[in-house]
């Protein structure tokens, strides 16, 4: 199997080699930037980066001009650091494509950690392991969606999102529930992210965004 490459971006070369060193020794290869302009240039020369580990404040160009970026061509997964914890910086976050979101200090096993946990879901599927409801069309093997044929581009929460509804057809879920099976850890944050990443879903998913119904005081259920 091929060593996966990671893309850690931090303007404080203490803190970069800190995590690349943990990345290291769980196998992956690393490339590193100290700014903005320097993660772009890596980024569009190694078009086999698996994951990014973004800083929010850096010089050149900052965290979330980069994470803009990226997503005009990319739904690669970017774990977001930052040394703020306000509410609305983290909400920004998701709505802009942050998969995970991580506050300064951290502990770099807990990255690691977050790190294998997205790999994981990204890849080593079964061939054919697909999902179809309603002309909707999950594959998993190639992390893809299709509506009646035409392909979707999802973020990787919104996809993973998108699996745990179509996985419950008509089950009503808590946001509880939603949170500890996506996001896959103990999340501490507002259950507006989950409102944030539902609404960017059904933008996406047009007409067929209708199948996911709100439980008002609960979470949301899909009846497809």
């Known amino acids: 199997?091929?060593?996966?490459?990671?893309?850690?971006?931090?303007?404080?070369?203490?803190?970069?080699?800190?995590?690349?060193?943990?990345?290291?020794?769980?196998?992956?290869?690393?490339?590193?930037?100290?700014?903005?302009?320097?993660?772009?240039?890596?980024?569009?020369?190694?078009?086999?980066?698996?994951?990014?580990?973004?800083?929010?404040?850096m010089p050149k160009m900052d965290g979330w001009q980069v994470l803009r970026e990226m997503r005009e061509s990319s739904q690669v997964p970017v774990i977001m650091l930052t040394a703020r914890s306000d509410e609305k910086d983290e909400l920004r976050g998701f709505e802009l494509g942050v998969d995970e979101y991580v506050t300064k200090p951290f502990s770099p096993r807990t990255l690691v950690a977050r790190v294998n946990a997205i790999l994981r879901r990204t890849g080593g599927k079964e061939e054919n392991d697909r999902i179809e409801l309603s002309g909707i069309v999950l594959d998993k093997s190639a992390h893809q969606v299709t509506i009646d044929g035409e392909p979707v581009e999802l973020s990787f929460k919104e996809f993973e999102l998108l699996e745990y509804f179509?996985?419950?057809?008509?089950?009503?879920?808590?946001?509880?529930?939603?949170?500890?099976?996506v996001w896959n850890y103990d999340y501490f944050g507002d259950a507006r992210t989950i409102d944030t990443h539902v609404k960017k879903l059904r933008s996406k998913l047009g007409a067929k965004g209708e199948l996911i119904k709100t439980i008002w005081g609960m979470g949301y259920k899909l009846e497809a």
Request: glycine letters at 4%; zero cysteines; hydrophobic letters at 50%.
């Open 1 to 57: 199997m091929a060593v996966q490459k990671i893309l850690v971006v931090d303007d404080e070369a203490r803190m970069r080699k800190l995590v690349s060193d943990f990345l290291v020794r769980e196998g992956f290869e690393v490339l590193e930037a100290g700014d903005g302009e320097k993660a772009m240039d890596l980024f569009y020369s190694n078009k086999d980066i698996a994951l990014v580990i973004l800083d929010v404040m």
């Open 166 to 181: 179509m996985e419950n057809n008509k089950i009503a879920l808590s946001r509880e529930k939603i949170l500890n099976h």
